[in-house]
């Protein structure tokens, strides 16, 4: 296992808080994080993160490490970063976060055609719901369907989020279609688990907003999951029309209740400003504007 790889790990569980967590992070299973704190800690001969089945906690020569660690992957950092902006090439390793169902449907297949233009350029794509916060996790850009973003970042709006809510015919012809977000309540629904109280979907009627119902046959935090149970018959779905649109077009879906979708949510690229002169950050942000902005 790579030194560095592993400072990167042990910087990252500590700042997690938790293997899970740090798992999120740096883009492996939270049992290859163990392996890596474990052969860490083999090789300096002292433990730095004290484990029980309740909780972990840094050890004092934990912190130790942790400090001297942190300086030295920010040290690294910077020398990839001078060395890539005087050079005025594009290359080197980008790492990128985005929500799940916008990561896979809309940034995976952006990725892999600017890949085929930029060869000299390495991805690392980290999908997940949690707001990743850019300088601490090390991320050179970010997608976030949010209206609010920290001052230190530099953002670029995209196309909204707007959602659709539909069925297959097959649902619709054995139920009767609901005609308003009340009706919802009698129907087989299908949620994300991310949907919460901080990050909701309100239907709205005139004045007035109908949460989308929390009693449902069938909840994931994959988009494309629910979108295969909807496209087979097993309820209503409201997903990104980004997600749904080739089976609304190939009539495996079916629209509804076009007149209470809630309000488009704003997607936004962000990225660090210290970062904006880096080549391979520029041609990337310009290659997603050009297909997206």
């Not at 392996?35 to 083999?42: A, G, K, V, Y």
């Not at 688990?193 to 009627?205: D, E, R």
């Not at 190939?250 to 936004?268: D, H, R, T, Y």
């Amino acid at each position: 296992m790579s030194k560095l790889r592993q400072m990167e790990v042990f910087v990252a569980v500590v700042e997690a808080g938790s293997f899970a967590d740090a798992a999120l992070l740096v883009g492996m299973s939270a049992v290859m994080v163990g392996r890596h704190i474990q052969s860490l800690e083999n090789t300096l001969n002292t433990k730095l993160i004290q484990r029980t089945t309740r909780r972990q906690s840094v050890t004092g020569e934990g912190r130790l490490f942790y400090e001297e660690a942190k300086l030295a992957l920010e040290q690294v950092k910077y020398a990839y970063n001078l060395v890539e902006a005087s050079t005025g090439k594009p290359s080197g390793l980008l790492r990128i976060t985005a929500p799940m169902t916008l990561g896979v449907s809309l940034v995976a297949p952006l990725v892999s055609e600017f890949m085929r233009a930029y060869p000299d350029i390495q991805i690392e794509l980290i999908l997940s719901n949690e707001v990743m916060d850019l300088y601490e996790s090390s991320f050179d850009i970010g997608f976030r369907i949010s209206e609010l973003i920290e001052a230190n970042l530099i953002a670029k709006p995209l196309p909204p989020y707007r959602m659709v809510i539909c069925a297959a015919p097959q649902y619709l012809q054995a139920q009767q279609a609901p005609t308003t977000p009340e009706a919802l309540r009698t129907h087989a629904i299908l949620t994300h688990t991310s949907w919460s109280n901080t990050f909701a979907w309100s239907l709205k009627s005139g004045d007035a907003q109908f949460p989308w119902p929390e009693r449902a046959v069938l909840k994931s935090n994959d988009g494309q999951v629910l979108l295969q149970a909807a496209i087979a018959g097993n309820g209503i779905l409201m997903q990104p029309d980004f997600l749904v649109a080739n089976a609304l077009k190939e009539g495996k879906l079916v629209s509804i209740m076009e007149a209470f979708l809630p309000e488009p949510k704003p997607v936004q690229i962000v990225y660090p400003r210290q970062k904006k002169s880096l080549p391979k950050l520029a041609v990337f942000v310009d290659f997603v504007m050009a297909r997206l902005g």
